[in-house]
């Protein structure tokens, strides 16, 4: 049984464990006894730590970041140590989660018009120059700018009169995705339209975020 006033509290806890990931190599496996006793704590998948037969970071798509893998069986499958933590320290709540994974639908439909426009700027922009801060950078992102992407969102959710908990979704390869797809292209329709954008290097689009909203 792991022991959680070893870490204090949640944010201790993910520190804690994001450091000792961070120490394992990419498609290298291995086992660690207080990561397999932690991965008990997944709030839908029932795993037992004497069944997984290795551990390994690997890359995830569709963002190809490094993420744990476990293996039991025949069977490689990532999952999220930060949904270990929160059951661990009764912050999980399944409502919350739902919405969360929602959004992240929303999300990727939205995605396919920015990606587009992104291009158009980034033409528009050759020299990499980050609009707020000036720096030259390889690395633009874009900023939904001035109305933030959270603020469509909610408009779009509140003018068709959306609950969210009651929508219908899936999840495949790493990424969400609405059952409906006719509300899936009545949302990409209205982003796009009201949409407006801006390249910022990281570290500005990470500090203005949703501008408050």
């Known amino acids: ?3 959680k ?14 450091k000792l990931l961070k ?7 291995f086992n660690n006894n207080e990561i397999l006793e932690l991965l008990e704590y997944h709030p839908t998948k029932n795993i037992k730590k004497e069944n997984i037969e290795y551990l390994v970071m690997k890359k995830r798509p569709p963002y190809y970041k490094l993420a744990l893998y476990y293996k039991i069986d025949d069977n490689l499958d990532d999952i999220s140590y930060i949904e270990c933590l929160k059951v661990l320290y009764n912050k999980y709540n399944k409502e919350d989660n739902i919405i969360y994974d929602i959004n992240q639908a929303f999300r990727n439909i939205s995605e396919r ?9 980034a033409l528009q922009n050759n020299n990499n120059i980050c ?13 939904h700018y001035p109305i933030p992407y959270k603020k469509i969102l909610d408009d779009f959710i ?3 009169n959306i609950n969210l908990p009651k929508l219908k979704y899936k999840y495949i390869n790493n990424q969400y995705y609405l059952d409906d797809k006719t509300l899936s292209n009545k949302f990409l329709n209205y982003h796009d339209k009201t949409a407006k954008y801006r390249l910022l290097c990281k570290s500005c689009n990470c500090h203005f975020g949703s501008y408050g909203y």
């Open 1 to 3: 049984m792991i022991d």
């Open 5 to 18: 006033e070893k870490y204090k509290n949640i944010t201790n806890a993910k520190k804690y464990f994001s």
């Open 23 to 29: 120490q394992y190599n990419e498609n290298i496996n």
């Open 113 to 121: 018009g920015t990606k587009k426009d992104f291009k158009l700027l």
């Open 131 to 143: 609009t707020n801060c000036n720096i030259k950078t390889d690395k633009l992102e874009t900023d």
């Open 158 to 160: 509140k003018d068709n």
